[in-house]
């Protein structure tokens, strides 16, 4: 599968297009960097915790101008953003 191919397949989500442009904003409105856990943001996309990290793990690489990658792990998995 190209890479092409699979950021097609990622946004074909409507949970995925909301995550991304709720970290899209999120990263603006925090000058391109930001850490966040799924279980804290849960709420403001209207998705679980375990959705998100799923989300995140299969967008790692595949959103234009973002930069995502898992950062740590304290109780819950921490995921930096950031603008590309």
Not at 4 to 16: F, L, P, V
């Amino acid at each position: 599968m190209s890479t092409n191919a699979s950021t097609q397949s990622a946004y074909r989500s409507r949970k995925a297009k909301r995550l991304v442009e709720y970290l899209r904003a999120e990263a603006e409105r925090n000058d391109g960097d930001l850490y966040i856990k799924g279980k804290f943001i849960a709420d403001d996309v209207d998705l679980s915790p375990k959705e998100i990290g799923a989300l995140l793990s299969n967008l790692q690489g595949s959103v234009p101008g973002l930069t995502i990658e898992k950062w740590s792990y304290t109780s819950a998995t921490t995921w930096r953003i950031s603008s590309a």
